[in-house]
């Protein structure tokens, strides 16, 4: 009898399916799994997380099997292979389906997955995440998410797992520009940040006490003090992966191209972290300290 229920809870408990399981996700199902859920997941290695998740072999299989799909890949293209084709997600949701990309791609990728999800009967919302992997970790992330009220009522308890704030940003596409604002925020930022220790140390100031003051003073915002933490030490270890925050800088830089929305400051600092990435591709962003530093005559 006691089997029996066990069977009938977990029939009706949620299945949530992952298509990427990488940091961030991982950490997003880890809080899932807290919250009752059930989870099974996608990558095209078969591997991710801790070793305890079951894998599917295709975006289709996963599909076929979960209640819910949670997107979380690292660019447009992942995006479009694994939702699109005879062994893509869209191939494989029954119609009535919940889609929910957290990846942060482009708005109009947004738009444009949004519309093919209703040709399916299939509920897509874009839900971008703000909060790298200790606010992943937990379930501290803020969902900034696009689609009908009606949409996101229906994914709410997945992002109250994962998240403290979910944030209705707007109709489809609109949770992709809101990331797009917030990251662009973060990167243009810290590039300003890592120019302020370049100029300190070419004028002569000593290492240590620089970025010491910088963590007291309340112009540098909590996440910023983090990476000054790690760029005083040398540790470069990835939260936010420099390819990515390059990747995200692009995709705002191109949208608001076609808003004609001018961004002098973001595009210099695209530049700075376009040499991060070819320097540091899969260390933090925050390597733009180092890739600046190393500019300056008084450097270790």
Do not use: W
């Not at 694994?82 to 191939?91: F, I, K, Q, R, T």
């Not at 990167?187 to 100029?199: I, S």
């Amino acid at each position: 009898m006691a089997q029996q229920a066990r069977r009938s809870r977990m029939s009706t408990t949620p299945l949530v399916g992952f298509v990427g399981f990488g940091a961030m996700a991982s950490r997003m199902g880890a809080n899932l799994v807290k919250a009752g859920y059930r989870i099974v997941a996608y990558t095209p290695s078969g591997k991710g997380g801790d070793g305890s998740t079951r894998f599917l072999p295709t975006p289709r299989a996963l599909a076929q099997e979960a209640d819910i799909v949670v997107a979380c890949v690292p660019d447009d293209e992942a995006l479009d292979k694994s939702m699109n084709g005879p062994d893509g997600v869209l191939a494989g949701m029954k119609s009535g389906g919940l889609l929910v990309n957290t990846s942060t791609v482009a708005p109009e990728t947004s738009v444009t997955l949004a519309q093919a999800g209703h040709a399916h009967g299939i509920t897509v919302i874009d839900a971008p995440v703000a909060g790298s992997t200790p606010e992943a970790e937990s379930g501290n992330l803020i969902v900034l998410a696009g689609g009908t009220a009606a949409d996101i009522s229906r994914a709410q308890g997945v992002f109250d797992a994962i998240g403290r704030l979910t944030i209705h940003a707007g109709p489809p596409g609109s949770g992709s520009k809101l990331k797009l604002v917030i990251n662009g925020i973060m990167g243009a930022t810290l590039a300003v940040v890592a120019e302020g220790v370049t100029y300190g140390l070419a004028s002569g100031l000593e290492r240590g006490m620089l970025f010491d003051a910088l963590d007291e003073v309340p112009v540098i915002s909590p996440h910023h003090k983090r990476k000054l933490k790690a760029a005083k030490a040398g540790d470069f270890s990835p939260q936010f992966p420099a390819r990515l925050m390059q990747k995200d800088m692009r995709l705002l830089m191109t949208d608001a191209a076609r808003h004609t929305a001018p961004l002098p400051a973001m595009a210099a600092a695209t530049q700075s972290l376009s040499l991060t990435r070819r320097r540091h591709p899969d260390e933090d962003y925050s390597a733009l300290f180092a890739v600046m530093e190393s500019m300056v005559a008084n450097t270790p």
